[in-house]
């Protein structure tokens, strides 16, 4: 396959489009191609790509490449493919990204696959029950962890003893201490949960995520709504859904295909007449 100006175009404004393209070469031509690439180009593709085929790109490439756009594809996308991979694979792509990022990948890859923990996101804005709101208040707006429509209020033995909802922290005295504010969960989930048991909640009509725990009640994140259900939607694709190419699309694709690759496809593959009898 050949880089040139329309390749590259094709692959910045069309990333679900070119990775069905894609799909159709071999995963060494497939990782020759993508590394002459920017990270960015490269991760907003690979998303879309089907998971094997994703996995064998990014266990092709050195890994500070690959590193660099599991961190691009961010915690979840990034595990789901890591659980894919071979050990070794795995381990080494682990000691590649940053540290802090790596933990985040541990903490969800430790759970088996299907369980709340697997799906959890735990980069989550976390306080101390004893600091002062105004103390709270301001670490919120520095953090670079996700913040959802609570606060998640631990103590020193980190287990969730409270949450307080962001309105009211805007609104409360600075002075009081956060565990002054707080209220008792009234929902929480257990990391080793399978999704399918959790799926019917009724705090789901109310919250878009909920506290999770693990086996010593150690607070290690939250699950998403949006997230669960798309676990359990049964997709195969990373953010793809199945769908069928239009005729516009169909022939940016060919010409895409014909740009990108130097290999003359034998007289017996009739993809591309079958195609031309399909718009005809």
């Known amino acids: ?15 679900r489009e070119s990775a069905k393209v894609l799909e159709n070469f071999a995963s060494d031509e497939l990782v020759d191609f ?20 994703a996995v064998a790109c990014l266990s092709g490439m050195k890994d500070t490449k690959a590193a660099t756009i599991l961190e691009q594809l961010g915690v979840d996308n990034a595990a789901r493919l890591l659980r894919r991979m071979k050990n070794k694979d795995q381990m080494a792509l682990l000691g590649s990204v940053s540290g802090s990022y790596a933990m985040r990948l541990k903490s969800i890859l430790r759970y088996p696959a299907g ?49 307080v909802d962001v309105k009211n922290l805007v609104f409360a005295d600075p002075g009081l201490e956060i565990n002054e504010i707080m209220h008792i969960p009234d929902a929480v989930l257990n990391a080793r949960i399978n999704l399918e048991y959790v799926k019917d909640h009724p705090k789901w009509r109310f919250k878009e995520a909920l506290p999770v725990v693990d086996h010593n009640n150690i607070f290690v994140g939250v699950l998403k709504r949006s997230v669960m259900f798309e676990a359990l939607s049964g997709d195969q694709n990373l953010n793809r859904s199945e769908e069928t190419f239009m005729d516009t699309v169909m022939e940016v694709a060919d010409l895409f295909w014909n740009i990108c690759t130097d290999i003359v496809l034998p007289k017996s593959d009739n993809r591309t007449e079958g195609r031309k009898d399909e718009r005809s």
Do not use: C, W
């Open 1 to 15: 396959m050949t880089i040139n100006n329309l390749s590259r175009h094709f692959l910045e404004e069309h990333p």
């Open 115 to 163: 369980t709340v923990g697997q799906h959890m996101s735990p980069n989550v804005f976390i306080a101390a029950e004893n600091m002062l709101a105004s103390d709270v208040f301001s670490a919120a707006r520095n953090s670079t962890s996700e913040m959802q429509g609570d606060i998640f209020i631990i103590n020193d033995a980190q287990r969730l003893v409270g949450l």
């Open 34 to 53: 993508l590394e002459k690439y920017s990270d960015e180009i490269v991760a907003s593709v690979i998303r879309y790509l089907m998971p094997a085929t």
